[in-house]
């Protein structure tokens, strides 16, 4: 059994009168692709938060590499890449000032492999962030989430409004990083068909409940109905009902 | 609800229904006391204490809560560019006339009713001849034009504050001085009705600009020196360590505001120079004002430096950009220090170019070169040398707590702490005036003051130190700080306080000023709770 690269036990986590968390639990090996599914207000962005230690336990414990990323933020975000589904990123800033400040936090950040993906990306390294579309923002996002080739990369809802240009440069970078032996992703999405198409491991969470979390090979023989296998959002509808279920994109 | 007025009227009144059932019950508190314990047409022999306590005090802070409520200054960015009306209503199908004419009437009708309820109920000091209706149009006029002036986009960040405060404060000044000189009702009204339909056209054009998404941007006159910067070979270095990035990040983020403001500002007091070479008082006057500027500027930005993301839609969180900086929320803090370091730094460089330059070219050296001469023969080289580094040193020490004092409030995120201290800082400010002014009056209050003080700054200090150990507790228990960072900052504070109460003692060598009171006041002169809180508001906005 490979160790936990993420540790969740009997996370709770309420605001106000809504729980958005119930006693989730989850174990994350080391390598694994974890496809996070649920329904918007589900409660991924805030179980993806206490994992980057935004969001503290209230009760229950997280542990990422073994450690509190509330007690201990350096250890723990210099080992992680996130994109974030509202892409925050400072509009102000130039791409290439992007890279020159970002690089300064990771001491494993690889220049060339920046440099591969700002070209592969098509991203003028003198454009300012906030004159970028949508799509080459999710881009320099991805970028800085990737070059220095961390050992967990969280995308929390990256495609979300996306064209599928920029949702196949997204799937193609959880492809590459798990390409690195040992690197871990965690990957939140509505979008189930791509989930499918990446993920070796699904975690259904519905209602800050965890509904279903398994490899996705088992998933689908256990919900095998003959000789036809389900389709993952077949499967979603299944387990939390119809309308719970995510729209598809566009 | 069938029309936009009452919909409008609806939301007021929903969103500060406890706030408003608070008016209506300090107003038949005060009414209960006036007609139902004072006997009729007893005289009434009120003090100034009491009558501050009943009327002067809760009467300020109902007006201030007014002037937040119609303005929408409780949902708005005060230092933001953008307009503070909510965005959300422009695109409700009515006309920039009712979204700016219906909040106005009702904010005007509001302070109307105060005024007179005021007046009727509140117990007046007898033999005082208490005005009817200019009070009431001096608030509504105050109450539009904060409205007109919140709801204009701006250029900068920051920029509304100071215009805002700058009209504000006119429009007290015309009124002041027409009370100086007895100004009579019609005169009064004279001056204040004119005020409401030009605040009404000024906010109607504010909203109409607004709405239409036409905010300006001047943030091009420092993007101007960086497209000067852009063609120039752009620095390609890398930042060295985690820290230098995040200075560099506050810098270009905040850091170049306050030298733009204060370099905005300085010509135009500079230029008064020319006009007071025939009045040497009036120089020294004009470079008081210069003087000032730079911390006057600096309580202004510090909004800006003290909110971890203007632009976000949660603009009091901090942004998942910044909050996965793989850095503790100390290091985040010590970045923004240093920021505020550099900033304060750029705009003395300005101002300490500039006034040489303008004496010399306004033909007013002399005046000053007589002055220093003066002093220098007074005090001796040494003193007067010392002194006026002293000053400077001051001012600009000034400058940069001024940026950083408030960073434990805004970078809680709590939007009720934020606002609740922006209210408490308007009240305070607004009252300090009377209570200045009582003091000034009352020579037994001075003389109590007078024999107190030791007792009142030991008081101060037993408690800054209290909260300093508790929060330094905090700061070691959830790991913020080490032991060695705590150790080293409680020194390097050590080492400040020990260097001004020597400055102190060297300075007031006199008989009659004891020396603990010089210790007192410089354990208290130093800057310690604040900014040693500001790395546990972080962390409480960071990690929620």
């Known amino acids: ?250 | 609800m069938r029309s936009p007025a009452l919909a409008i009227a609806w939301e007021f009144r929903r969103r500060h229904r406890w706030g408003l059932i608070a008016v209506a019950g300090y107003l038949l508190v005060v009414a209960t006391i006036r007609f139902l314990i004072l006997e009729p047409g007893e005289p009434v022999l009120v003090d100034s204490v009491r009558f501050a306590a009943v009327v002067s005090v809760p009467l300020t802070t109902t007006f201030v809560y007014l002037l937040a409520v119609f303005s929408f200054g409780f949902a708005g960015d005060l230092a933001a560019r953008h307009s503070m009306y909510p965005a959300r209503m422009f695109t409700l199908p009515v006309t920039n006339a009712a979204l700016v004419g219906w909040p106005m009437l009702y904010g005007t009708a509001a302070m109307a009713i105060l005024w007179l309820a005021a007046r009727l109920f509140a117990v007046w000091p007898s033999g005082i001849e208490i005005p009817l209706i200019w009070p009431a149009l001096l608030a509504a006029a105050l109450l539009a034009w904060t409205q007109a002036l919140t709801w204009m986009p701006y250029g900068l960040p920051g920029i509304r504050l100071i215009v805002a405060v700058l009209c504000l404060a006119a429009l007290d000044t015309v009124v002041l001085l027409a009370i100086h000189f007895k100004a009579r009702e019609p005169m009064m009204l004279a001056i204040l009705a004119p005020q409401l339909p030009l605040a009404y056209l000024v906010a109607r054009f504010a909203v109409a600009r607004a709405r239409r998404g036409d905010v300006p941007d001047w943030r091009g006159l420092s993007a101007r020196s960086g497209e000067i910067a852009d063609a120039l070979p752009r620095p390609r270095d890398h930042l060295s360590s985690p820290g230098r990035a995040q200075v560099w990040f506050e810098w270009r983020r905040h850091g170049r505001l306050l030298p733009a403001l204060v370099g905005l500002v300085l010509p135009f007091e500079l230029a008064l120079l020319w006009l007071a070479k025939d009045a040497p008082a009036f120089v020294f006057e004009i470079l008081f004002l210069v003087l000032i500027t730079p911390p006057f500027m600096a309580a202004f930005t510090a909004w800006t430096v003290s909110k971890p993301h203007p632009n976000a839609s949660d603009s009091y969180g901090v942004p998942p950009f910044i909050a996965t900086r793989p850095l503790t929320s100390a290091e985040l803090i010590a970045a923004k220090l240093q920021m505020a370091m550099w900033s304060a730094l750029a705009a003395w460089l300005l101002v300490l170019v500039a006034i040489p330059l303008a004496l010399e070219w306004s033909g007013t050296w002399s005046v000053v070169k007589d002055r220093a001469q003066r002093m220098n023969d007074a005090v001796g080289t040494p003193r007067a040398v010392a002194l006026v580094l002293l000053i400077l040193a001051g001012f600009i020490v000034s400058t940069w707590k001024q940026l950083v004092q408030s960073l434990h409030i805004g970078l809680t995120g709590r939007e009720w702490l934020i606002k609740g201290s922006v209210l408490l800082t308007l009240t305070f400010l607004i009252l300090l005036g009377p209570v200045v002014e009582w003091i000034i009056d009352s020579p037994s209050v001075q003389r109590a003051l007078w024999n107190a003080l030791p007792l009142i700054l030991a008081g101060l200090v037993a408690l800054k130190m209290s909260a300093a150990a508790w929060i330094a507790t905090r700061l070691d228990r959830s790991r913020l700080l080490g032991d060695r960072a705590l150790f080293v900052g409680a020194a390097c504070w050590c080492v400040a306080v020990l260097a001004l109460y020597a400055v102190l003692v060297w300075f007031f060598s006199t008989p009659f000023v004891a020396h603990y009171l010089l210790a007192l006041i410089a354990i208290l002169a130093v800057p310690l709770v604040r900014l040693s809180a500001a790395p546990l508001a972080l962390a409480w906005n960071r990690h929620r």
Do not use: C
Not at chain 1, 58 to 76: T, Y
Not at chain 1, 223 to 233: A, Q
């Open chain 1, 1 to 250: 059994m490979s160790e936990s690269v993420v540790h969740v036990s009997e996370l709770t986590r309420r605001f106000g009168a809504t729980t958005a968390l119930a006693s989730v639990s989850l174990a994350m090996p080391r390598g694994a692709v974890y496809g996070l599914v649920g329904a918007n207000g589900a409660g991924k962005t805030t179980l993806i938060k206490h994992i980057l230690g935004l969001l503290r336990a209230e009760s229950g414990s997280v542990r990422v590499f073994g450690l509190d990323p509330v007690a201990d933020p350096v250890a723990v975000l210099s080992r992680i890449g996130y994109l974030s589904e509202e892409n925050d990123l400072p509009g102000w800033m130039r791409v290439d000032e992007l890279m020159r400040y970002s690089r300064a936090f990771y001491p494993a950040w690889d220049d060339g492999y920046a440099e591969e993906l700002r070209q592969a990306f098509a991203l003028d390294p003198a454009a300012k962030i906030r004159n970028l579309s949508r799509g080459q923002r999710a881009r320099a996002g991805l970028l800085i989430a990737l070059a220095h080739r961390p050992e967990l990369l969280v995308l929390d809802e990256p495609s979300s409004g996306l064209d599928p240009i920029v949702r196949r440069d997204i799937l193609g970078a959880v492809i590459r990083t798990i390409a690195h032996e040992g690197r871990t992703v965690l990957f939140s999405s509505h979008l189930l068909e791509e989930v499918e198409r990446v993920a070796d491991h699904v975690t259904m969470i519905h209602q800050g409940k965890i509904v279903l979390s398994a490899p996705l090979d088992d998933i689908r023989e256990s919900n095998r109905v003959g000789e036809r296998v389900p389709s993952l959002d077949e499967i979603f509808v299944a387990h939390v009902g119809r309308d719970a279920a995510p729209a598809p994109e566009a």
